[in-house]
């Protein structure tokens, strides 16, 4: 079996201030769901772009999913998927069983770096962490070395809470 690339922390940090930015850049209240979770991937299409990545889906392709939400990814000289290096699932449900469905999606997928942006509702961010750390840790799976991003919303500071949780 061939090595997995090794993610550059430099990475890590471009995807989180990315994230992080996206409030400043839509007005509280504007838009709904699909324009949240268009713009961020419009966004985190171009840092995929700016580390040399393809990415899908891309703005020429109807916004066809492959997979996820997005992913980036490299082929290899024969067009071949060689590597993913980033998988990404949003739910703008307030429902934590919604969260925790789509959630489920990245622990079975093979990418060093797995994101997933979801948004509170009222005190219910304990309990959605509590979700998601435990579901990383509860999952059997290969022995890996994976980054997973946690990104909530909070509608009422209008901004994210980032969490980074490393499963090794």
């Known amino acids: 079996?061939?090595?997995?690339?090794?993610?550059?922390?430099?990475?890590?940090?471009?995807?989180?201030?990315?994230?992080?930015?996206?409030?400043?850049?839509?007005?509280?209240?504007?838009?709904?769901?699909?324009?949240?979770?268009?713009?961020?991937?419009?966004?985190?299409?171009?840092?995929?772009?700016?580390?040399?990545?393809?990415?899908?889906?891309?703005?020429?392709?109807?916004?066809?999913?492959?997979?996820?939400?997005l992913i980036w990814f490299r082929n290899d000289s024969n067009f071949q998927l060689r590597e993913v290096a980033l998988v990404l699932e949003s739910e703008w449900s307030k429902d934590p069983w919604h969260i925790q469905e789509d959630f489920e999606k990245l622990l079975v997928a093979k990418a060093p770096i797995k994101v997933m942006v979801f948004q509170k509702h009222g005190n219910n961010i304990d309990v959605l962490w509590k979700l998601l750390e435990d579901g990383i840790r509860i999952f059997e799976k290969q022995p890996s070395d994976e980054t997973y991003i946690l990104a909530a919303f909070k509608e009422e500071d209008h901004e994210f809470e980032i969490r980074i949780v490393q499963d090794a």
């Open 1 to 69: 079996m061939k090595p997995t690339a090794t993610i550059k922390p430099e990475l890590i940090t471009d995807i989180i201030a990315t994230i992080k930015k996206v409030p400043d850049d839509l007005v509280p209240g504007a838009g709904g769901d699909r324009e949240w979770t268009s713009f961020l991937k419009r966004k985190l299409r171009e840092v995929g772009k700016k580390h040399e990545y393809l990415v899908s889906p891309c703005p020429d392709d109807d916004n066809k999913e492959w997979l996820y939400d």
